[in-house]
């Protein structure tokens, strides 16, 4: 009876902390969890495009007209940026002779610039065509990864931010590309952290990620093609003010007037 009573005692002190935070002993789980990163896709897809089914996007590819060649595949890869030249260079690592690989010096002579010389006209169509490819869908995933969201949800949790603040970083990651500049994701951090403290120097989480949010409004309307910050104002600012730091779903919100939800 005295061991049974003091199983007890130890099982209800060590829920004590979840019980006083929540009610309950779930734990709250930041963007690597594979829900909450199904989430952080589709909420990109909605402003990405219009669409939460981030998976059809594989195949997507145009030119937006915004100084960065095609953009293209589910996280936007661009001709003119780089990433997209890495992107084909490892699906030619994995599977040589790819129906893309004959685009690669084209790729390497157009990085920086928005031309397509080289890669017209047929380089949409075959995009699309390796989209089926599994291999090439794993190599956009894996790109995607590496290059932004490991990075973005590294610096969120290192700043202690919690699975909104998380999607946040990401978001501004894609859209803004990795680096120090004014205009890129460490610079709008940089810009942000003078204006208030992070959860991990001390600050309130809420008041540091309005502040980011404001710095990155400024940053996108500098440019014509994300001038519209909708992206922040009805839908990462709404979860913003709801509380919803975890990022939990139901979610509701508005990209370009636009509504979506995520139920479950």
């Known amino acids: 009876m005295r061991n049974s009573l003091r199983a007890v005692l130890v099982t209800v002190a060590a829920l004590a902390p979840a019980l006083a935070l929540g009610g309950t002993a779930r734990a709250a789980v930041d963007l690597t969890d594979p829900h909450k990163k199904d989430i952080a896709m589709q909420l990109v897809s909605s402003a990405e495009n219009s669409s939460l089914d981030w998976k059809a996007q594989y195949k997507y590819i145009e030119d937006i007209d915004d100084g960065r060649g095609y953009t293209a595949g589910i996280i936007g890869f661009c001709s003119g940026t780089g990433d997209m030249l890495d ?40 995009w699309a065509t390796a989209a089926k490819d599994s291999a090439f869908q ?62 991990a120097q001390g ?32 839908e990462q600012r709404v979860f913003l003010k709801n509380g919803n730091l975890d ?18």
């Open 87 to 126: 992107l084909v260079e490892l699906y030619s690592q994995r599977k040589p002779g790819n129906v893309l690989a004959k685009y690669l010096p084209a790729l390497r002579k157009v990085n920086g610039s928005d031309s397509h010389k080289g890669l017209d006209p047929n380089f949409t169509k075959d």
């Open 247 to 264: 990022l939990d779903p139901p979610l509701k919100w508005k990209v370009y007037g636009d509504s979506y939800t995520i139920k479950s």
């Open 138 to 199: 794993q190599a956009q995933n894996d790109e995607r990864d590496r290059v932004y969201f490991n990075p973005a949800v590294q610096q969120a949790k290192q700043d202690g931010l919690r699975a909104l603040g998380q999607f946040i970083y990401y978001d501004a990651i894609v859209m803004h590309g990795p680096g120090d500049d004014s205009t890129s994701f460490g610079g709008i951090r940089k810009a942000a952290m003078k204006k208030a403290k992070t959860p």
């Open 203 to 234: 600050g309130d989480e809420v008041a540091y990620l309005n502040a980011y949010l404001d710095v990155r409004k400024k940053v996108m309307k500098q440019e014509e093609a994300h001038s519209d910050t909708s992206r922040v104002d009805t």
